[in-house]
């Protein structure tokens, strides 16, 4: 178990462009969770699965993003037609459920749209 | 509607002194309350967790915290700091059903000054 993984962990894009970002998670949670954290500014959560059913997802998250978690297993967050709003660092985090409940974070993916 | 505020933005204190970090919730319901740390560019380590029970709870690198739930508080202490505590932290509140998303505040930065 290496916790949680997430890549790129630096993405420089032009506006306009689409962005992927992958997160694998911990191998026995089956709950994951994406936020965005800009600056000067605490996580904000975007949305979040169990296994492969997104559960939840925040106002935050435009018609132009869209994640998806095939087969339970890893995620994907994508961003089309980016903005210079966009940037921010995504984090990924997956949930323990039991004696040992909580959440494990990644390091993130810093994008940076110019 | 959940929340969580963090009065201070910014906190300096000198090696060695101690420390309080404070965290205000909203929260309908018995809170699952976290303390998390960030050093810059990298993602949130756990700090310490509480749910149940005893209200003072302890975490690691020698963090504890209380939940009183009359103030709806769960203020983080240290009686010592090392400068390696410089980073920043984050005071979140786990919304809805167990395993919901979490809600954070906007964050302290702490300073050690030598």
């Known amino acids: 178990d290496t916790g949680v993984s997430q890549n790129p962990r630096h993405k420089i894009t032009k506006r306009g462009q689409n962005v992927t970002f992958r997160c694998d998670p911990i191998?026995?949670?089956?709950?994951l969770y994406w936020y965005r954290q800009t600056l000067g500014q605490g996580p904000e959560f975007l949305t979040y699965f169990q296994n492969e059913a997104q559960l939840e997802k925040s106002r935050l998250l435009s018609d132009r993003f869209s994640a998806e978690r095939p087969k339970g297993s890893f995620s994907t967050l994508e961003i089309q037609r980016t903005e210079q709003g966009d940037s921010a660092m995504y984090l990924c985090?997956?949930?323990?459920?039991?004696?040992?409940?909580?959440?494990?974070f990644g390091s993130g993916t810093r994008l940076t749209v110019v | 509607a959940q929340s969580v505020t963090q009065p201070d933005i910014h906190i300096t204190v000198s090696e060695g002194a101690s420390l309080e970090l404070r965290c205000n919730y909203s929260y309908g319901a018995t809170p699952y309350l976290f303390w998390y740390v960030q050093s810059p560019g990298q993602g949130l380590q756990l700090l310490l967790k509480y749910f149940s029970g005893d209200t003072l709870v302890q975490g690691i690198k020698g963090f504890e915290a209380e939940f009183k739930r009359s103030q709806s508080s769960f203020n983080l202490r240290k009686p010592s700091v090392h400068w390696s505590d410089a980073a920043e932290y984050f005071c979140a509140v786990g919304a809805g059903n167990q395993g919901g998303k979490l809600i954070f505040g906007q964050g302290t930065e702490l300073s050690v000054k030598p």
């Open positions: 191998s026995e949670h089956n709950r």
């Open positions: 985090a997956s949930l323990s459920i039991g004696p040992n409940y909580g959440y494990t």
